[in-house]
Nanobody
Framework: QVQLVESGGGLVHAGGSLRLSCAAS????????MGWFRQAPGKEREFVST????????YYADSVKGRFTISRDNAKNAVYLQMNSLKPEDTAVYYC?????????????????WGQGTQVTVSS
């Protein structure tokens, strides 16, 4: 069983930055791909970014490419999402997810464990 706890959300002006963190429990963290997803009110959950267990492979949604950076620290069982140049359309609840497999994936159905989410609000 894996438990995920997100933190770092908040209210920021457009153009600002936030860094989300996800703390994971469990002994299989370093062999698990991790992902960030987000869900805005009235919309489906959408993929943001993913990183392989080793951290050597990453992948981003086109909407955040060049602005967001995913990283992980396997010694701390943590994954991060650095979000720069934030836009109002980035406003959503952001979820951390774990996929106990080596390969990365960009769809929610491929992830087995989810955190409860952290709210990010970007004002214009």
């Amino acid at each position: 069983q894996v438990q995920l706890v997100e933190s770092g959300g908040g209210l920021v002006h457009a153009g600002g930055s936030l860094r989300l963190s996800c703390a994971a429990s469990g002994r299989t963290f370093s062999s698990s791909a991790m992902g960030w997803f987000r869900q805005a009110p009235g919309k489906e959950r959408e993929f943001v970014s993913t990183i392989s267990g080793s951290g050597s492979s990453t992948y981003y949604a086109d909407s955040v490419k060049g602005r967001f950076t995913i990283s992980r620290d396997n010694a701390k069982n943590a994954v991060y999402l650095q979000m720069n140049s934030l836009k109002p359309e980035d406003t959503a609840v952001y979820y951390c997810a774990a996929r106990p497999r080596i390969g990365i994936a960009n769809a929610p159905q491929f992830y087995d464990y989810w955190g409860q989410g952290t709210q990010v609000t970007v004002s214009s």
